[in-house]
């Protein structure tokens, strides 16, 4: 036969965590989480959002699939004489063996009727223990629900982050290919330009040169010539005889 504990552990296991007692109905989430129907029926109707109230996840629908095994063990649950609530109210006191019924919200602890009554706890404030658990639930309730709003907030931050960087990328992206069009087109006009600065220059150095290469091949013609002259005159010194000499050189006057 299964222990107490081990009847607390699994009755545990099909309690909803949004209203705290068996799963009424139980539905699954497509993030695997459980709730009674009316319970996520309910908290989406009032956020007006499709989300898990566990993990954060949103859907695109209200897609719900019945769990029929927590829908099964639900219903032995309630047919056991020991439950959850039935355990937490069978605690003793270690001190005076009495049942634990108060919650000291001062000391943060369960005490039972004989505690109350002791010196240590005088003016402390008590209450039931189903209230008191009732009260920290509805804290962690409410904490919970603020995470999840600002867990949602930072979510939205996130998207329009990625949206900034996004945007800032692909201007970086066009600016990019702006500039390298920008500077190919700067590059084909001085390549142009300096083509035609060239031709420019080129054509300058024949309008210059032409005239001066030829003057210069004049002057080379009449340095030949005058060489040509020289040589010959040298060539009629060097004649040994006086009268061959005289000769030639009164021939080449008449000419």
């Given at each position: 036969m299964a222990s107490t504990d081990q009847l607390g552990s699994w009755t545990e296991d099909v309690i909803c965590p949004n209203c705290l007692e068996y799963f009424t109905d139980p539905v699954s989430l497509q993030c695997q989480h459980n709730f009674c129907r009316s319970c996520i029926t309910r908290f989406?109707?009032?956020?007006?959002?499709?989300?898990c109230p566990e993990c954060g996840e949103e859907f695109a629908d209200r897609t719900l699939r019945i769990n029929w095994v927590l829908t099964r063990l639900s219903e032995k649950a309630r047919k056991r004489p020991l439950n959850l609530n039935?355990?937490?109210?069978?605690?003793h006191c270690e001190e005076h063996d009495e049942e634990l019924k108060l919650f000291c919200e001062t000391d943060k602890t369960l005490i039972c009727l004989v505690c109350r009554d002791a010196?240590?706890?005088?003016?402390?404030?008590f209450l039931p223990i189903k209230e008191a658990?009732?009260?920290y639930k509805d804290q962690f309730k409410s904490a919970i629900e603020n995470l999840m709003k600002k867990q949602q907030a930072f979510r939205e931050m996130e998207q329009q982050q990625k949206r900034k960087i996004s945007r800032v990328w692909e201007q970086a992206q066009n600016i990019q290919s702006h500039i390298t069009f920008q500077f190919a087109e700067l590059h084909q006009i001085l390549t142009e330009k300096e083509q035609c600065l060239l031709k420019d220059l080129r054509e300058?150095?024949?309008?210059?040169l032409n005239p001066m290469k030829k003057n210069f091949q004049e002057i080379q013609n009449t340095l030949n010539s005058i060489q040509e002259k020289i040589s010959r005159l040298l060539e009629q010194m060097d004649e040994k005889e006086d009268v061959l000499f005289l000769k030639e050189e009164a021939h080449q006057r008449r000419r």
């Open positions: 989406w109707e009032r956020k007006e959002r499709n989300y039935k355990k937490e109210s069978n605690l010196r240590e706890h005088r003016e402390h404030r658990a009732k009260n300058e150095e024949e309008r210059i």
